[in-house]
Structures are given as structure tokens and as C-alpha cells.
């Protein structure tokens, strides 16, 4: 059997509404989520983002997502970031400043 089954972050910095309703209607089991234990227990997970590099790094921080997203990704599966969550999966970034971000994709 497919599993179809996402887990979208809940990262305090995103319209979880239009990113679950997107996987929804490609046929996703979505999940929102912003727990430890229901982001390591995902087959995949999608980190989405508006806003600013910075406060995006930071509202991860608070929210103690940080070390979870890099903790997930070291097991292999699949991380899609997309508008932030993309730009936060790289190195750094010099976005009103020099912010460092995950560091699951090498680059600024």
C-alpha cells in the first residue's frame, strides 16, 4: 500500500491551511504538526514559510523545531521546504543581516 501521509510543520510562520488543502488535493493524508515526537514519527515532512530569513530561524528556535529538523533529515527522509521553509533548509543567509539557517542543503 502507498503511503500518502505528510506531516506539515507548524512552525508559527505559514498559511497551514492553503499548504494542507494543496496536499489534500493531490490525494496527502496531511498532518499538521509542531511536536517532537509527530515530526520524527513522519515518513516525510514539508516545512513552509513567509516572511523574513531571521525571524523565521528564530520562530523555529522558539518552537525548539531547529534540532528536530535536522534530527529527521539524518534519518534520510525526505524534508520539502518551499518560499522560506526553502530558503531556511540552506546555510545561511544575508537577509537583513547574516542569519545562520539548518544547514540540510550547503549554501547561502
Known amino acids: 500500500m502507498l503511503d500518502t501521509s505528510v506531516v ?3 512552525s508559527g510562520i505559514c498559511n497551514l491551511f ?4 494543496a496536499f489534500q488535493s493531490l490525494g496527502a493524508q496531511v498532518v499538521v504538526a509542531s511536536s ?3 515530526i520524527l514519527s513522519a515518513s516525510r515532512i514539508v516545512l513552509p514559510g513567509v ?3 531571521g525571524p523565521g530561524m ?3 528556535e522558539q518552537n525548539d523545531l531547529v534540532g528536530t529538523i535536522k534530527e529527521f533529515a539524518a534519518g534520510g527522509r525526505p524534508v520539502l521546504g518551499f518560499c522560506l521553509g526553502m530558503q ?3 546555510s545561511t ?3 537583513h543581516g547574516s542569519w545562520p539557517g ?3 542543503i550547503p549554501g547561502r
Do not use: C, H, Q
Open 58 to 60: 528564530k520562530s523555529l
Open 36 to 38: 517532537r515526537r509527530d
Open 93 to 95: 543567509s544575508e537577509e
Open 102 to 104: 539548518l544547514s540540510l
Open 88 to 90: 531556511m533548509l540552506l
Open 18 to 21: 492553503n499548504v494542507s488543502r
Open 51 to 53: 516572511g523574513a530569513f
Open 8 to 10: 506539515v510543520i507548524d
